[in-house]
């Protein structure tokens, strides 16, 4: 099966659940995205792979215009329904692919931002130089994501048992890998900031919908993990209870003039 396919197949049966995620739908978590980037009033905002909708429609509060483009029908029905449910005109959703050309020209955006996806491409790098491709000179691409370890063997553990719980998981970066890609398409990085969330392991493995061998390989891991401190992840039981812990990024990003 192609890769995107197996995006389409997870995103498809978790599209429910993922929408009512309670880190997805946060008002909290959406403002502090909203106060990093800083739009602008004005600002005409493309969202890539916007799922259900909580980010756009979290900027089309405070934006002239926005766009959100995922490859999977079943969120962007969900992302049109609260749309339509919270009266918002300024904003629309469209099936597309950001690994191929979206069909929108050069610079015709003032923000372009992805929130939670970037671990889903197979081709992080032509993903972040289509976003800057569609962002204008002097415009903000943001990026939140999964990040992982710096040190590659924990890197590649954390992410194993990642891939055994969504099949669509390809890699969490590494902070300096993301800034490194970030600075290799024309965007110069202008803020970031760090977080840690805690993940209770049943019920994230529940959301996945991970398949019994998979979901005791997963648990074998982490329980490993748990003894060895392998990734980073910091697993601990509170009250008896597994969890452990996603560290992510949002990195902001300014789109320079090309030289020359």
Request: charged residues 30%; glycine residues 6%.
């Amino acid at each position: 099966m192609e890769h995107k396919d197996l995006v389409r197949e997870e995103f498809t049966r978790q599209a429910p659940g993922y929408a009512d995620a309670p880190v997805i739908k946060d008002p909290l978590h959406l403002q502090k995205l909203l106060d990093q980037v800083k739009p602008d009033a004005a600002a005409r905002v493309l969202e890539i792979a916007t799922g259900p909708g909580h980010v756009a429609l979290a900027f089309a509060r405070v934006c002239r215009e926005v766009i959100g483009v995922d490859l999977t029908e079943a969120p962007l029905k969900i992302a049109e329904r609260m749309r339509a449910e919270r009266g918002l005109a300024n904003a629309r959703f469209m099936q597309g692919d950001v690994e191929a050309r979206l069909p929108f020209a050069d610079g015709e955006f003032d923000v372009v931002i992805c929130r939670f996806a970037v671990h889903h491409f197979e081709h992080p790098e032509k993903v972040i130089a289509e976003m800057s491709r569609l962002c204008r000179v002097g415009g903000a691409v943001a990026i939140e994501d999964l990040i992982s370890s710096e040190h590659p063997e924990r890197a590649d553990y954390y992410n194993r048992y990642e891939r055994l719980r969504d099949s669509s998981h390809t890699r969490a970066l590494p902070l300096s890998e993301l800034v490194r890609t970030i600075a290799s398409v024309g965007l110069e990085l202008v803020r970031f900031g760090s977080d840690g969330l805690m993940n209770p392991v049943e019920r994230w493995l529940d959301a996945g919908f991970t398949p019994a061998d998979k979901r005791a390989e997963a648990l074998a891991m982490i329980e490993r993990d748990l003894a060895e401190d392998l990734t980073g992840a910091n697993p601990r039981r509170v009250d008896g209870e597994l969890f452990f812990t996603h560290r992510t990024a949002i990195v902001v990003a300014r789109k320079l003039k090309p030289r020359g």
